[in-house]
């Protein structure tokens, strides 16, 4: 059967007696009506709406709405029960309701096996910054997966602007392929992106834990320290190596320590005092902290510059390496605990059990090898300005410099980031 369209521009009485008068369109009971409505937005059109169908005992069993530039999309599942009332008698009064409004009023009938069959979804979030050109090809690729496009809006604030994405992946055959191929995307487009669970999305974010070293500061503390040691060019081999997952990280951490023996404790401070923070990371400190978000530090680096930063923002933790010091200077030792990739993501369950807050609800942002199983931990795994593979493991990807599109990840709107700023200067 195909479907039935009708226009409230048509003419009302007319429309009604040409469906009526066509064999096979009767709408029997317990049958449902797709009815999708267009034009002009004001106030009160599902109003006007909703009381015809309660007036007519007609069951509402879906329903989604849009507004753009002040047009309006409003579509509606209707279900005929047993007491409701004569189709075309429901159809002439929401034609009319449509005439008055100036609306377009088209419908069609539904097998409710289709219903259920649509009904089985399996939802993803995907949000970008990118422009046609990105969405044209990032809509390429989830045609060729089978992944449906539910739903796109837009949102701009705090100078950028982000797309939000609902997906439909219960037909596509290998999810990491899928998003694999739109990171990779992603990457060759330099556009910065999220993926999330539907779930995962609606819940709230409660706890925020940043990686320190090339995240929150735009430096390596340990390389800075090595550069006053002389021995620059030895650590900083050892550091990109095990950056990028090549080398241990607890055996890298000490071989590199110890080239830091005797640095003057004086030399460590005064690199702490002028270390520059990512460009927005002050911004956003300061205004998750003012929203009322656990937030803090899980690191891989040390303890000098991690405690500097808590007791500077007001940081809820921090987990670092302890550097030994003996006479004011380096011992070249570690001591504790170790802070590997490992650790990490023990500390990121550990606080959640603690705060009671789910791991949905957890936020772990970070750049390197050693943060991976904390971003795939979390709810939402931010990789920022991540070392090659990360952005196949975290759930979002963003360039430096764009620290401020975790605002809009998070929901956190430009009146919030002004009050939280003038409330810190105050």
């Given at each position: 059967m195909g479907p039935i369209l009708l226009r409230a521009s048509e003419g009302i009485r007319r429309n009604i007696m040409r469906v009526n008068n066509k064999k096979g369109y009767a709408l029997e009971k317990d049958k449902l009506l797709m009815v999708s409505v267009s034009g002009p937005d004001r106030p009160g059109i599902l109003a006007k709406f909703s009381e015809v169908l309660l007036e007519h005992q007609i069951a509402l069993e879906d329903i989604e709405q849009v507004s753009l530039q002040n047009t309006l999309g409003l579509y509606m599942l209707l279900r005929f029960n047993q007491a409701a009332d004569s189709y075309d008698h429901v159809i002439k009064d929401l034609l009319f309701e449509a005439k008055k409004m100036n609306l377009t009023l088209n419908f069609q009938l539904v097998s409710p096996d289709h219903v259920e069959e649509i009904s089985r979804r399996e939802l993803i979030i995907l949000t970008h910054f990118g422009d046609l050109h990105f969405m044209a090809a990032i809509s390429k690729i989830l045609a060729q997966e089978n992944a449906n496009i539910e739903s796109i809006a837009s949102e701009t604030h705090h100078g950028a602007r982000s797309f939000e994405m609902l997906l439909n992946i219960i037909a596509t055959t290998d999810v990491n392929r899928t998003k694999s191929r739109i990171m990779a995307k992603s990457r060759e487009l330099n556009v910065d992106l999220s993926f999330q669970t539907l779930s995962a999305h609606r819940k709230n974010k409660r706890l925020i834990c940043f990686d320190m070293d090339s995240t929150l500061v735009d430096?390596?503390?340990?390389?800075?320290?090595?550069?006053?040691?002389?021995?620059?060019?030895?650590?900083?081999?050892?550091?990109?190596?095990?950056?990028?997952?090549?080398?241990?990280?607890?055996?890298?951490?000490?071989?590199?320590?110890?080239?830091?023996?005797?640095?003057?404790?004086?030399?460590?401070?005064?690199?702490?005092?002028?270390?520059?923070?990512?460009?927005?990371?002050?911004?956003?400190?300061?205004?998750?902290?003012?929203?009322?978000?656990?937030?803090?530090?899980?690191?891989?680096?040390?303890?000098?510059?991690?405690?500097?930063?808590?007791?500077?923002?007001?940081?809820?933790?921090?987990?670092?390496?302890?550097?030994?010091?003996?006479?004011?200077?380096?011992?070249?030792?570690?001591?504790?605990?170790?802070?590997?990739?490992?650790?990490?993501?023990?500390?990121?369950?550990?606080?959640?059990?603690?705060?009671?807050?789910?791991?949905?609800?957890?936020?772990?942002?970070?750049?390197?090898?050693?943060?991976?199983?904390?971003?795939?931990?979390?709810?939402?795994?931010?990789?920022?300005?991540?070392?090659?593979?990360?952005?196949?493991?975290?759930?979002?990807?963003?360039?430096?410099?764009?620290?401020?599109?975790?605002?809009?990840?998070?929901?956190?709107?430009?009146?919030?980031?002004?009050?939280?700023?003038?409330?810190?200067?105050?």
């Amino acid at each position: 059967m195909g479907p039935i369209l009708l226009r409230a521009s048509e003419g009302i009485r007319r429309n009604i007696m040409r469906v009526n008068n066509k064999k096979g369109y009767a709408l029997e009971k317990d049958k449902l009506l797709m009815v999708s409505v267009s034009g002009p937005d004001r106030p009160g059109i599902l109003a006007k709406f909703s009381e015809v169908l309660l007036e007519h005992q007609i069951a509402l069993e879906d329903i989604e709405q849009v507004s753009l530039q002040n047009t309006l999309g409003l579509y509606m599942l209707l279900r005929f029960n047993q007491a409701a009332d004569s189709y075309d008698h429901v159809i002439k009064d929401l034609l009319f309701e449509a005439k008055k409004m100036n609306l377009t009023l088209n419908f069609q009938l539904v097998s409710p096996d289709h219903v259920e069959e649509i009904s089985r979804r399996e939802l993803i979030i995907l949000t970008h910054f990118g422009d046609l050109h990105f969405m044209a090809a990032i809509s390429k690729i989830l045609a060729q997966e089978n992944a449906n496009i539910e739903s796109i809006a837009s949102e701009t604030h705090h100078g950028a602007r982000s797309f939000e994405m609902l997906l439909n992946i219960i037909a596509t055959t290998d999810v990491n392929r899928t998003k694999s191929r739109i990171m990779a995307k992603s990457r060759e487009l330099n556009v910065d992106l999220s993926f999330q669970t539907l779930s995962a999305h609606r819940k709230n974010k409660r706890l925020i834990c940043f990686d320190m070293d090339s995240t929150l500061v735009d430096m390596e503390g340990i390389d800075e320290m090595a550069r006053k040691a002389g021995v620059h060019r030895e650590v900083a081999r050892i550091t990109d190596k095990a950056m990028r997952g090549d080398f241990d990280f607890e055996e890298s951490l000490r071989q590199r320590v110890a080239m830091l023996k005797g640095l003057a404790l004086a030399d460590v401070i005064e690199i702490r005092d002028h270390m520059q923070l990512s460009e927005g990371a002050e911004q956003l400190l300061t205004t998750l902290k003012w929203l009322g978000y656990q937030v803090g530090i899980v690191s891989g680096g040390f303890d000098i510059f991690a405690d500097y930063l808590k007791q500077k923002f007001s940081l809820d933790f921090t987990y670092s390496n302890q550097l030994e010091v003996k006479n004011n200077c380096l011992t070249g030792k570690v001591t504790g605990k170790i802070v590997d990739a490992a650790e990490k993501a023990r500390v990121i369950s550990q606080l959640s059990c603690d705060l009671g807050i789910v791991l949905d609800q957890v936020v772990a942002v970070g750049d390197g090898a050693n943060d991976a199983l904390m971003l795939s931990q979390a709810g939402l795994g931010i990789a920022y300005n991540a070392k090659k593979g990360l952005d196949r493991i975290a759930n979002v990807s963003l360039s430096k410099t764009k620290f401020s599109h975790i605002f809009h990840l998070l929901g956190i709107n430009e009146e919030d980031i002004t009050e939280a700023m003038s409330c810190e200067r105050i």
